[in-house]
Each structure stands twice: as structure tokens, then as C-alpha cells.
């Protein structure tokens, strides 16, 4: 298994960046593909995107595409989401996970690791 440990959120004006962070333990973390969720009040949890095992390969949600990057350091276990121009509606509760068979898809059940998530909240 492996452990999961989100950082990097707090609060950013409309049209700011941040980048989250979520450091992996445990097995090895190369073994994994990775994916960002979001999950914001009275929604359900819902895909950004997600990278390959060696990063190789990266995909995203319509809604983020082209102002999210989604990149990896497998030398420091860590997986990483740079938000660039963040809109209000990209409020939420940001989650990582891990998908041992390698799955990139948009289905949570997908994934079966979960950190405990890092707010995100942009005020306009």
C-alpha cells in the first residue's frame, strides 16, 4: 500500500496559480499511476486529471485543461498540480490517488489510494 499526503492549499485571489503537492510512502511509487480530484460542497468528487507511471503521458478534465499541469518526481515521490488562472468555481477540497493497476481514467473507484485532501478555495 501506499500512504498519501496532501500540501499546498490555501487561498488565492481569481486569476492566481498554486501548486499542491502530494508526497507518497510505503510502496514503491513508481508501481503507481496518480490522479488529482476535486470535491466541492454538496458535489460530488470529480477527475482533473491524471499522469502515467513514468509521467510519460498526462490527462485532464475539460474544465482544467490548459491552466492545470499535472507532473511527477518519481526520485522524491511526489506528485504535483501546478493551477494556473483559478476561477472561483475551482473551489474545493483537492484530493491525490494512486491506482496500482495503473488506471488514468475518471472513475473514482478507479483508485485505490486516497490522501485526505487540501482545500482550495479562490475568491473572486
Known amino acids: 500500500q501506499v500512504q498519501l499526503v496532501e500540501s499546498g492549499g490555501g487561498l488565492v485571489q481569481a486569476g492566481g496559480s498554486l501548486r499542491l503537492s502530494c508526497a507518497a510512502s510505503?510502496?514503491?511509487?513508481?508501481?503507481?499511476?496518480m490522479a488529482w480530484f476535486r470535491q466541492a460542497p454538496g458535489k460530488e468528487r470529480e477527475f482533473v486529471g491524471a499522469i502515467t507511471w513514468t509521467g510519460g503521458s498526462t490527462y485532464y478534465a475539460d474544465s482544467v485543461k490548459g491552466r492545470f499541469t499535472i507532473s511527477r518526481d518519481n526520485a522524491k515521490n511526489t506528485v504535483y498540480l501546478q493551477m494556473n488562472s483559478l476561477k472561483p468555481e475551482d473551489t474545493a477540497v483537492y484530493y491525490c490517488a494512486a491506482s496500482i493497476k495503473g488506471y488514468t481514467g475518471d472513475y473514482v473507484s478507479g483508485y485505490g489510494n486516497w490522501g485526505q485532501g487540501t482545500q482550495v478555495t479562490v475568491s473572486s
Open positions: 510505503g510502496r514503491r511509487f513508481s508501481d503507481y499511476a
